[in-house]
């Protein structure tokens, strides 16, 4: 397994976008455009398909504890930082065009006519006549 695996399977295990990733590495002073860290994700016969090397794994590994249990002076619950972030990662609604709006005309009442029943009254007649 490459650290490229294991990259991949920390970001769709923690659900963590580019710029989170690059916001996770900037805490340990790495710095790393979206466009470099978009490399490491691609498959291993795409042209621009990058090697994660060990650095920038160990940098990750170590921003990623900051994120999550905060610093000595600041510590955090990871749970609760999971869970703060879980809205933000699901995809953003689009928003729905104004449709322009109709004029309120009083609707005119019309009573539905009442249908027939299909069946009316049906005596069956099974098996012998029963006297009473």
């Known amino acids: 397994m490459t650290n490229n695996d294991i990259f991949k399977k920390l970001r769709v295990a923690l659900q963590l976008r ?3 990733i690059v916001e996770i ?8 455009s979206k466009g470099e860290l978009g490399n490491f ?3 291993e016969k795409h042209p621009k398909y990058m090697e994660c090397g060990d650095q920038v794994l160990r940098n990750f590994l170590n921003g990623l504890v900051i994120y999550l249990r905060g610093t000595k002076e600041n510590p955090n619950n990871p ?3 999971l869970a703060s972030q879980k809205p933000t990662s699901e995809k953003p609604k689009t928003e729905e065009k104004a449709k322009p709006k109709q ?3 009083p609707k005119k009442f019309t009573p539905k006519p ?3 029943p299909v069946v009316e009254k049906v005596k069956f007649k ?3 006549n029963k006297k009473s």
Request: net charge positive.
């Open 126 to 128: 099974n098996g012998k």
């Open 41 to 43: 994700f691609r498959d």
């Open 114 to 116: 009442t249908k027939k």
């Open 79 to 81: 749970m609760t930082v």
């Open 18 to 20: 580019d710029d989170q």
């Open 103 to 105: 004029e309120n005309k």
């Open 25 to 32: 590495l900037q805490l340990v002073d790495f710095r790393m």
